[in-house]
């Protein structure tokens, strides 16, 4: 299994304002995923991170909005822009299994982000 | 959006009673995946069933898949206080690699 932090952990920010979240895996893997769980809620797929092309967002996410870097097999950055109230959720980052297609995902431990 | 939906929400139980969870989707699926989530922290994968699969265990865990009723069910025997966590049901029905998760069942279990 693989081994992923993120950075931060936790942080309170300022509405208008945009905040970089760091996805560290301890192995190279093919494809990175970022979810946002609302408080309360199950999580939902913000975009799929494929090292060395552009990220596939899911309907309702924008690239504007949500830019992602994906610079090598081992890291990825989501970027949350121009915050308001309603992005405050938790951020998590997974890769795949790496064993063929439809395996499972392993999670990293979140970042939860409060916008004031 | 989201196509698993569970049941119930929340459930709570004393120790060393067991634990049911139930899952239903509503497309073909590949596989069907459960994970425990903490206190809103990371996810944690315990088990994975594919839809040739009826049923599998994994320690203290027992999922059983019906594909014609496009439900699962997640059973944790002998709960312990630290099984008190969200459980979430996820499918890949969102395409490769893509999860869908369920809405999640809230288990208190007390000592």
């Known amino acids: 299994s693989a081994v992923i932090s993120q950075k931060p952990s936790r942080d309170i920010c300022q509405r208008g304002t945009s905040l970089t979240i760091q996805c560290q895996v301890d192995s190279q893997v093919t494809m990175m995923f970022w979810y946002r769980q609302q408080p309360g809620q199950s999580l939902t797929l913000i975009a799929t991170?494929?090292?060395?092309?552009?990220?596939?967002?899911e309907s309702g996410f924008v690239i504007d909005k949500f830019p992602i870097s994906r610079p090598n097999l081992t890291f990825s950055t989501l970027t949350v822009s121009n915050m308001s109230p309603e992005d405050s959720s938790i951020y998590l980052c997974?890769?795949?299994?790496?064993?063929?297609?439809?395996?499972?995902?392993?999670f990293g431990p979140g970042t939860r982000l409060t916008v004031l | 959006s989201q196509q698993g939906e569970e049941d119930p929400q929340a459930l709570s139980i004393q120790e060393g009673e067991n634990a049911t969870m139930n899952c239903s989707y509503k497309t073909s699926i590949n596989n069907l995946q459960w994970y425990r989530q903490n206190s809103g922290r990371g996810l944690v994968h315990l088990i994975l069933?594919?839809?040739?699969?009826r049923e599998k265990h994994s320690g203290r865990l027992r999922v059983t898949l019906d594909t014609s009723k496009k439900s699962s069910s997640l059973l944790i025997t002998a709960s312990r206080a630290a099984d008190t966590a969200s459980y979430f049901c996820?499918?890949?029905?969102?395409?490769?690699?893509?999860?869908?998760f369920g809405a999640g069942t809230r288990l208190a279990v007390h000592p």
């Open positions: 996820a499918t890949d029905a969102g395409g490769y690699n893509k999860l869908i």
């Open positions: 069933i594919r839809s040739n699969e």
């Open positions: 991170a494929n090292q060395g092309s552009e990220a596939t967002y």
């Open positions: 997974s890769v795949d299994g790496g064993r063929g297609a439809y395996n499972e995902q392993f």
